[in-house]
Nanobody, 124 residues
Framework: QLQLMESGGGLVQPGGSLRLSCAASGATLEDYGVGWFRQAPGKEREGVSWISRSGTSTHYKDSVKGRFTNSRDNAKNTVYLQMNNLKPEDTARYSC?????????????????WGQGIQVTVSS
């Protein structure tokens, strides 16, 4: 079955950038919509971004619009989340998830497969 693994996280100063990758194995990621979610200590998981199977449609949480960009390279079986102008409130564990129907958007309960997650810490 499909397996997902995130990479590219770490520690960055406010205003800096990181590029998260979500690499798929076991299946063709082209067949799935992909979402990014994050969860900070003491807070509920929240949807960050979503990209359609074709890559022609995207959706973003209001607080990251204009700063984050979701994209995909189906030839590499990978989805990316480019995060610019990072803020301390972006600190969280980020997970990618895949949706067979390609319509889940930012609704976590609609996703079928999840990665383990990776830490992003924004601090000076």
């Amino acid at each position: 079955q499909l397996q997902l693994m995130e990479s590219g996280g770490g520690l960055v100063q406010p205003g800096g950038s990181l590029r998260l990758s979500c690499a798929a194995s076991g299946a063709t990621l082209e067949d799935y919509g992909v979402g990014w979610f994050r969860q900070a200590p003491g807070k509920e998981r929240e949807g960050v971004s979503w990209i359609s199977r074709s890559g022609t449609s995207t959706h973003y949480k209001d607080s990251v619009k204009g700063r984050f960009t979701n994209s995909r390279d189906n030839a590499k079986n990978t989805v990316y989340l480019q995060m610019n102008n990072l803020k301390p409130e972006d600190t969280a564990r980020y997970s990618c998830a895949a949706d067979e129907l390609g319509i889940a958007q930012l609704y976590a309960g609609e996703y079928d497969y999840w990665g383990q997650g990776i830490q992003v810490t924004v601090s000076s």
